[in-house]
Structure formats: structure tokens, C-alpha cells
């Protein structure tokens, strides 16, 4: 794979706009009325869809043709554990999450109803400590994530694209989550605001810290690049079912999540058909 800047600057620019929705989940928290968690069901879940049928039908393949191509049958052994190495590297990062203060529960905007009242009073340590725990361990969760939607975009653009609505889908809750618990504590809708921001820019600094890693370190041929996507599509696979999937279950639409799932692969499905 060759080194291209303007390849390279299209892929940093969709992680950034997928980091940046983080912040938009923070703005929502203040401007919104209430919580459309109907809407919020289907998009999980359509974010869900993509992600899980563009890592299967496309990434994974991909990463197991390339693979095999350099490495003959071999290539698939190594394509299929390094898709399972990627749900391990994911999963290892969650475990540091402890489960009675995790930052992907899902919280309504209803939740800042009366939440002005602290502005007066002295602030909450122990909500403060949980909003930053929860900014904190969300950015750590969004180097991975950073990393998925940037090696997508350099290898495919339409693929990246695609992949970077996906994230910025599954981002904006997470704002939400870092910004409520802040502003409780706080009374300050800017401090909220700023670390949620903060937050989703861990987006883009994952994906570039992971580039250069592994560009500096082991170079961009096909064996290379096909062990990163097949990483890729495990991480995918598994924040579809661990974070994606549950959170649109958590808002209470159970049907309307499944529906969002299948217009997802559906819409991906025909996407690749039509743009590949």
C-alpha cells in the first residue's frame, strides 16, 4: 500500500468528524427538550448494522484475501486470529471499565431537569469524579476506535465514509454520558461541554499515534495491512455487540433497534453493490 498525504489527510479528517460527534452529544444534553429515544434506538442499531456487515462481508475478507495472497492458507489462519485478537484487544480495554461506573450506560436529556439548581451550590465531588472517570475511560475507548475509522479510510474512502457515520452515531450518547454527570456536579454547561469535547478528540489522536506506530515501526505492505484490518473488524464487531446493540436496547425500543440493525446491513449491502 503506498503512502499517499492526500489519502492520508481524507482518513484523518472522517476521524476527526467522528471524534468531534462526542461534542455534539455534549451540546445536545443542553439544547434538546427531551430524549427521542425512539430515534436514538434506530440509529444505535443502524449504526450497529453497518458496522457489523461491512466488518464481515468486506473488512475480514479483505484482510483474509490480502493475508493469503502473501502467506498462501496460512493467510487465513493469521486473518482469523488476528479478527479474534481484535475482539480480545477491545475487550481487555473494557475490562479497565469498572461495571457500577460504566461511561456507556445510557442517560436522557430529561436528566438535566432541575440540574440548574446546582449552580448556586458547591460543587459535587463524587459526580465530578464520575464525569471525568467517565471522559477519561471513553477517550480511552476512542483510541481503538480512531484507529478503525482512519485504516478503513485509507484503504477505502467509501468504506471509511461509511464507517465514520457509524462511529459518530455511536458517539453522540457518549457525549451525553460524559456531559450530564459534569453539569450535575458543576452547574457549568461550558466545563460539561469542554470534556466531552475533549473526550472525542482522543478519536483522532488514537488513530494517528496507532498509524504512525505501526507505520514507523513495521511499514504498510499487504501482510501488514491485512493483520490491521482483520483487527479492525474484530474491534468493530465487538463494540457493535458490547456498546452498539445494548445501548439501543437500554433506551427501551427494542424493535425499532432491530429494525435500525437490518436497514444498516441492508444499506451497506447496497451501498457496496452499488459503489464497489
Not at 467522528?18 to 434506538?41: E, I, M, P, Y
Not at 472517570?133 to 468504506?159: R, W, Y
Amino acid at each position: 500500500m503506498a503512502f499517499e498525504f492526500g489519502s492520508f489527510f481524507f482518513a484523518f479528517g472522517l476521524t476527526l468528524i467522528a471524534g468531534l460527534a462526542t461534542g455534539v452529544g455534549g451540546a445536545l444534553a443542553f439544547f434538546a427538550k427531551r430524549t427521542n429515544t425512539r430515534l436514538l434506538s434506530i440509529s444505535l442499531g443502524f449504526s450497529a448494522g453497518v458496522m457489523i456487515y461491512v466488518s464481515f462481508v468486506e473488512i475480514l475478507m479483505e484482510a483474509i484475501e490480502s493475508l493469503s495472497h502473501e502467506m498462501g492458507q496460512m493467510g487465513n489462519w493469521i486473518g482469523v486470529l488476528s479478527f479474534f485478537g481484535g475482539i480480545f484487544i477491545i475487550g481487555l480495554i473494557d475490562r479497565l471499565v469498572p461495571d457500577y461506573e460504566n461511561p456507556h450506560e445510557m442517560h436522557k436529556i430529561e436528566e438535566m431537569n432541575g440540574a440548574h439548581m446546582k449552580k448556586n451550590k458547591k460543587p459535587d465531588r463524587k459526580l465530578m469524579r464520575m464525569g471525568l472517570f467517565s471522559a477519561g475511560a471513553i477517550a480511552l475507548h476512542n483510541f481503538p476506535e480512531g484507529l478503525v475509522t482512519f485504516m478503513a479510510a485509507l484503504q477505502d474512502p467509501k468504506l471509511g465514509f461509511a464507517i465514520m457515520v457509524a462511529v459518530s452515531i455511536h458517539n453522540i450518547p457518549e457525549g451525553i454520558a460524559v456531559s450530564i454527570p459534569i453539569f450535575y456536579a458543576t452547574g457549568d454547561k461550558k466545563k460539561a461541554f469542554v470534556y466531552s469535547f475533549l473526550s472525542g478528540v482522543a478519536e483522532p489522536v488514537g488513530a494517528l499515534i496507532g498509524f504512525f506506530l505501526i507505520y514507523s515501526i513495521f511499514g504498510l505492505n499487504d501482510l501488514v495491512l491485512g493483520i490491521v484490518l482483520a483487527l479492525v473488524a474484530g474491534i468493530m464487531v465487538y463494540i457493535s455487540f458490547d456498546e452498539l446493540l445494548p445501548a439501543a436496547e437500554e433506551y427501551g425500543e427494542h424493535h425499532y433497534s432491530i429494525g435500525g440493525l437490518i436497514a444498516g446491513m441492508a444499506v451497506m449491502a447496497f451501498s457496496l453493490l452499488i459503489l464497489g
